[in-house]
């Protein structure tokens, strides 16, 4: 329990998070830097930003397949 606390208040903040968790999307990452992200990224902190990466991805796809049926079809 006292682990759980601990990792809720590490010091990275959100926007240092979702950098890397826009990264790790792309899967480009140097074993050392994400040892490091490891160490100072809040848990939380990553699960919401994976989430708002996964929305926006998916919202992208959605985009662009409507853009190239409505081409296809008009």
């Known amino acids: ?17 979702m950098r890397a968790v826009l990264w790790s999307f792309v899967g480009l990452r140097k074993g050392s830097e994400h040892e490091s992200d ?3 990224l809040n848990p939380v902190h990553v699960i919401i930003a994976g989430l708002i990466a996964a929305a926006i991805f998916v919202g992208v796809l959605v985009v662009i397949v409507r853009t190239v049926v409505g081409q296809a079809t008009g």
């Open 1 to 17: 329990m006292d682990d759980l606390k601990q990792a809720t208040h590490r010091k990275a903040s959100f926007l240092q998070t």
């Open 38 to 40: 490891m160490a100072k």
